[in-house]
């Protein structure tokens, strides 16, 4: 079934140490998002691609950053995670005239 | 006031009950969309409207564009419909707006 993948779906990290999170898709999508949600908050929109092109939210800190190699594949890297910074981040796409399709989400835990 | 918004916060019903949950929204959208998420869980599209009704399952959409608002029902409900339920309006380039949600219990 075409869907949208990320893994991990749990990911712990080491405060301060790097971590990647991915994200896949087999819709041939054009729009990817990363979304972080807080316990019991709505999903906030870090950035997002439209095609190559990337649109970053005035209120993303800097420590987050995004990769989209191809069609296919997005990145989320957290370069120094801190202790804020622990959440579900959501993945999803859309195209014109398509819903959305998100992710199952990874969870990350900062020790 | 934010700019979806969503009733009632809370719902707590008895299995088999209609369930109705409510968002109005006082931005100008492409389209609105219904989803729900599972605790701890990632988040599923239910709906994506932009006119009219829709239907899947159990599971009712419908909108009113002009008076800026959408309802989604349930019909027979089950505790596996516990959940919440999420309003958002798609802006722009499907850029989402979100509601505040609607925490769903179904009791047995």
């Known amino acids: ?111 | 006031k934010n700019e979806v918004e969503q009733s009632p916060q809370n719902l707590t019903a008895q299995e088999g009950e209609f369930i109705t949950i409510n968002c109005s929204y006082s931005v100008g959208i492409s389209a609105l969309h219904w989803l729900q998420q599972h605790p701890g869980g990632g988040i599923v599209s239910l709906f994506m409207l932009s006119s009219g009704k829709k239907k899947h399952g159990r599971l009712i959409a419908t909108i009113n564009i002009q008076e800026k608002h959408s309802s989604l029902h349930i019909t027979a409900s089950h505790p596996r419909d516990s959940a919440v339920y999420i309003c958002a309006a798609a802006q722009g380039a499907q850029k989402l707006v979100f509601g505040q949600g609607t925490r769903l219990t179904i009791n047995p």
């Not at chain 1, 749990?10 to 990817?32: D, E, I, W």
């Not at chain 1, 997002?48 to 594949?73: C, G, I, L, M, V």
Request: net charge neutral.
């Open chain 1, 1 to 111: 079934d075409a869907m949208v993948i990320q893994n991990p779906r749990y990911q712990v990290t080491q405060f301060g140490k790097p971590v990647t999170l991915s994200c896949s898709q087999t819709l041939n999508h054009n729009v990817m998002y990363w979304y972080q949600q807080k316990s019991s908050q709505a999903p906030k929109l870090l950035f997002h691609y439209y095609d190559k092109d990337f649109n970053n939210e005035a209120d993303t800190p800097d420590n987050f950053q995004s990769r989209r190699p191809n069609t296919s594949f997005c990145f989320l890297d957290i370069r120094s995670p801190g202790l804020g910074d622990a959440a579900m981040y959501l993945c999803a796409t859309s195209s014109t005239g398509y819903g959305y399709t998100f992710g199952s989400g990874t969870r990350l835990t900062v020790v």
